[in-house]
């Protein structure tokens, strides 16, 4: 029993540490209606602002009132202004995309701002870690677990009190619910949407100054980290119970002490084991409990109300803006290739290599999320498992790489597939934390394992040969690298085209229309996560030939999180947005790798401030780009002609009156203003603006 209690007790104070960070989403959930996974990057604010002021003298408690009452509340007022104000009702994509933006671009800032040096000893706000209280079971209990303790149950008891029985908890609640119907009872939707997040980011800012005492150094990824296991203790409430969400986390964090405790010592499991032990609880309630699997979201009652867009008919195209836009996509390719081969410098030819088989990578979330409007965070994670199987089929067994990057395909594919039968229910956050355990499941567990990635020390993947012809060469490899991508941009391209795209936009305007038309939605869904994770599985073998060794580092979950964002500031629904997401992001991280250390954090600011972007144009920078030139090249042509030109579409991005893909952003394929092409019908007079600067839509990019 002693051992029991010696186990389990440490638990408990780590318990109240997911349950104060997991509060933390709870109240943005219910309040503010956003699942805040920015939540940990507000934290680390709060910390860095205390840790700063002590650092230059000031008292502590000054450092705190500067850090907790006034840079905290502060955040989260320009963060409701700014940003989330305008994802109100949105689609579940539209407010994750500036949420993962934050928890990069954030810390980014801070490092680029005061430096990315080690903040070592972050100091106590309350009770001092090295002073020893009292001792249960042989087990000292210090002041920083004695205070996280005592002051994340008063939080818990507080805010739950206040969202059941007062009336700003009942207002937030409503404002989330239907603004517009808050707002016909005399409820100021901005300012009870402003004081929600006020509050929230306050917590975060209290979580960030108890936590940090925790950890000997002050880093950004001890907050994600800890957000992330967060997420399994809010999943305990569903996402708004507080009182739950307080239970799971205080199991969770005892079951997690326990497995390291009997677990033997120095294996893969008792080191990776503890810690993915809440994304495992994660993946088991998000799939086993009954409210996680409707696949509705919550949707303004009132906004049907609104008066309708003038309905416009888009008339066609002129044709030398067709043919020309066509003709210089097709001229910059073949001047790319030409480049490629010749005179581009060994290091921008490996850049640009990069480049293709992220796009391919890239494409698995076209398919997925541009064409099924279903989030995945593990894309990278189905890229380690093709990597990983061609490397070690290769290495131990003599497969030809070229095999084993097909062999990495399909088990990529069949892993999707398993992933996705129990998951086929869930939509929208469920389905993004879904994915996002089963990354972190794959990276703290399977692949550390020497027959998987061997963790750190990874594997080696050789360049491929076919009989003579040797692609051992960089230049040669990314031909080979070349036709891969176009021959899955084809797929691509068929499949948006064909029956499944039909039936995958159908399934995105109503589920229920579609399956009262015979379409199997399961089984589409199913069907797509496979198809998506064998191209990512294809894309990370190619990553590893080319890179000819890769660990599990190069795989994480944060991996994931940038692909999503990169893919979706760039163009989540058209194939040429994929390809241009792939070759920037390569570009710009070669750009930033030759900066003085000091801006080593630069890349990940400008994509965290360019996924803020995102709730403006939800169709992403390049096509917007390009549909800003394409208007304006059609004024001058109709100009020209001297007829009155393309009232439909204008610089700033309207279709038929109303704003690109709606006020709200949504992706969804039914809203106002969407430009997928879905809503105008088959046929040559139909339209797509998502395919890059094209006119008739002819099926494909």
Not at 89 to 108: D, H, K, M, R, Y
Not at 426 to 447: E, K, N
Request: aromatic fraction near 8%.
């Amino acid at each position: 029993m002693t051992q029991f209690l010696q186990y389990a007790l440490p638990g408990v104070p780590l318990g109240c540490v997911y349950a104060l960070m997991a509060a933390g989403l709870v109240l943005t959930y219910r309040a503010a209606g956003v699942f805040n996974l920015a939540f940990g990057a507000q934290a680390y604010i709060s910390a860095v602002s205390l840790y700063i002021a002590v650092a230059n003298g000031w008292p502590i408690w000054v450092g705190a009132l500067l850090s907790i009452g006034v840079v905290s509340p502060a955040l989260g007022f320009v963060l409701d202004r700014v940003i989330f104000r305008h994802t109100r009702n949105a689609s579940p994509f539209v407010t994750l995309v500036p949420a993962i933006g934050l928890l990069v671009v954030l810390p980014s800032a801070v490092d680029i701002i005061f430096g990315a040096g080690t903040r070592i000893n972050p100091p106590s706000l309350f009770l001092s870690a090295r002073t020893v209280y009292f001792s249960v079971a042989g087990l000292a209990v210090n002041g920083t677990e004695l205070s996280t303790t005592i002051i994340t149950v008063a939080i818990v008891a507080i805010l739950w009190g206040a969202l059941k029985f007062t009336k700003l908890g009942l207002a937030m609640r409503a404002v989330v619910e239907s603004a517009r119907l808050a707002e016909l009872q005399g409820v100021r939707s901005g300012v009870i949407g402003a004081m929600a997040w006020i509050l929230s980011s306050l917590l975060a800012g209290l979580a960030g100054v108890l936590l940090a005492p925790l950890y000997a150094t002050l880093s950004s990824l001890n907050f994600t980290d800890l957000l992330v296991a967060a997420i399994a203790a809010a999943a305990f409430g569903a996402f708004v119970s507080l009182p739950f969400t307080l239970i799971g986390g205080v199991l969770l964090g005892i079951a997690g002490e326990m497995i390291a405790g009997y677990l033997p010592p120095g294996s893969v499991w008792s080191a990776g084991l503890p810690s993915a032990l809440p994304f495992i609880v994660l993946l088991v309630m998000l799939v086993v409990r009954p409210t996680f699997r409707v696949r509705r979201e919550v949707v303004d009652p009132m906004q049907s109300c609104e008066a309708p867009p003038r309905s416009l008919e888009i008339p066609r195209r002129a044709r030398v803006v067709f043919v020309g836009s066509r003709a210089l996509g097709a001229a910059l390719a073949v001047a790319f290739a030409v480049s490629l081969l010749t005179w581009i410098p060994h290091n921008w030819a490996f850049t640009l290599g990069q480049g293709i088989v992220y796009s391919i990578i890239f494409l698995s979330i076209v398919l997925l999320t541009g064409m099924s409007n279903e989030i995945s965070l593990a894309q990278a994670t189905f890229a380690g498992i093709g990597a990983f199987t061609a490397g070690q089929l290769a290495n131990h067994f003599g497969f030809s790489v070229l095999v084993g990057a097909l062999a990495g395909t399909a088990v990529a594919a069949a892993v999707g597939a398993v992933i996705a039968i129990p998951t086929a229910r869930l939509s929208g956050i469920a389905l993004a934390l879904a994915t996002l355990g089963f990354a972190l499941v794959m990276s703290d567990i399977v692949f550390p394992f020497s027959w998987a990635g061997n963790g750190g020390s990874g594997i080696t993947v050789p360049r491929p040969q076919i009989g003579p012809i040797s692609f051992q060469s960089t230049r040669t490899f990314l031909v080979l690298a070349s036709v891969a991508l176009l021959v899955v941009a084809v797929i691509v391209a068929l499949l948006r085209s064909g029956t499944v795209g039909r039936e995958l936009g159908a399934i995105r305007g109503s589920e229920v229309g579609a399956e009262s038309i015979g379409i199997n939605t399961r089984g589409m869904r199913i069907m797509t996560t496979a198809l998506a994770g064998g191209i990512a599985g294809l894309g990370g073998a190619l990553y590893g030939s080319l890179e000819q060794s890769v660990s599990a580092n190069d795989f994480g979950y944060e991996v994931s999180l940038v692909f999503v964002v990169v893919v979706a500031i760039v163009g989540v629904r058209t194939i040429s947005g994929a390809i241009e997401a792939g070759l920037s992001f390569a570009v710009l991280s070669q750009v930033i790798s030759t900066l003085p250390s000091r801006f080593s954090s630069l890349l990940a600011f400008i994509l965290g401030l360019a996924a803020l972007t995102y709730v403006r144009h939800p169709e992403g920078v390049v096509d917007f780009t390009k549909r800003w030139i394409a208007g304006w090249a059609e004024k001058l042509t109709d100009r020209s002609r001297g007829s009155p030109g393309l009232s439909g579409i204008s610089p700033g991005g309207s279709v038929h009156g109303g704003s690109v893909a709606g006020d709200r952003g949504d992706l969804s394929g039914d809203s106002a203003g969407d430009l997928s092409g879905d809503r105008f019908g088959p046929g040559e007079g139909s339209w797509t603006l998502f395919g890059g600067i094209a006119g008739p839509k002819e099926g494909g990019d």
